[in-house]
T-cell receptor, first 114, second 110 residues
Framework: SQTIHQWPATLVQPVGSPLSLECTVE??????LYWYRQAAGRGLQLLFY??????ISSEVPQNLSASRPQDRQFILSSKKLLLSDSGFYLC?????????????FGPGTRLLVL | DQQVKQNSPSLSVQEGRISILNCDYT??????FLWYKKYPAEGPTFLIS?????DKNEDGRFTVFLNKSAKHLSLHIVPSQPGDSAVYFC?????????FGKGTRLHILP
């Protein structure tokens, strides 16, 4: 089976501190991977997607960056967190069906910036 | 510009009755539509989908209806159960692109 792991599950960080959230995928090779943010009262905002190692596309300009150092690893980072970075961060992988795209989500990381 | 719209932020339904969640889209290129269910502090889980060549897809208590001419889809849950209380996201895709709505919070009342 294909499983998505995210850690940490929750994180409380002060403003200005760095961030590193990790996502790993099991059971599939060369998946398309995605980072989403769900902020309070808002929907799912696509932040980054990656079609392969070292290939990152950013959907919105922001304080965050992403990297894909290995095929099944996707990392979300920030050098200096802002209060507005608080939210629920979700990693997702593509089903790989080009014509019937379905995405499957990890358990999420809740980030609170104080 | 929101391509996928869920105009009802929340919905309350009596247990045992039918829950109807609505979704509208603007891009006629979308050809595959999905519903996800999300509990607090968990990732969304895939619920049901429908291809644009169909107008209905049923899976147990869940049925999705697609009206292409109106660019509208709906999710029917019948009968509604307490465990159905969650946020429901509508999504639309074309090839490998998928766009999510902002979600509707469903409350099932006892």
């Amino acid at each position: 089976s294909q499983t998505i792991h995210q850690w940490p599950a929750t994180l409380v960080q002060p403003v200005g501190s760095p961030l590193s959230l990790e996502c790993t995928v099991e059971g599939t090779s060369n998946p398309n991977l995605y980072w989403y943010r769900q902020a309070a009262g808002r929907g799912l905002q696509l932040l980054f997607y990656s079609v392969g190692i070292g290939q990152i596309s950013s959907e919105v300009p922001q304080n965050l960056s992403a990297s894909r150092p290995q095929d099944r690893q996707f990392i979300l980072s920030s050098k200096k967190l802002l209060l507005s970075d608080s939210g629920f961060y979700l990693c997702a992988r593509s089903s790989g069906d080009f014509y019937q795209e379905t995405q499957y989500f990890g358990p999420g990381t809740r980030l609170l910036v104080l | 510009d929101q391509q996928v719209k869920q105009n009802s932020p929340s919905l309350s339904v009596q247990e045992g009755r039918i829950s109807i969640l609505n979704c509208d889209y603007t891009n006629s290129m979308f050809d595959y539509f999905l519903w996800y269910k999300k509990y607090p502090a968990e990732g969304p889980t895939f619920l049901i989908s429908i291809s644009s060549i169909k107008d209905k897809n049923e899976d147990g208590r869940f049925t999705v209806f697609l009206n292409k001419s109106a660019k509208h889809l709906s999710l029917h849950i019948v009968p509604s159960q307490p465990g159905d209380s969650a946020v429901y996201f509508c999504a639309a895709s074309y090839r490998d692109k998928i766009i999510f709505g902002k979600g509707t919070r469903l409350h099932i009342l006892p």
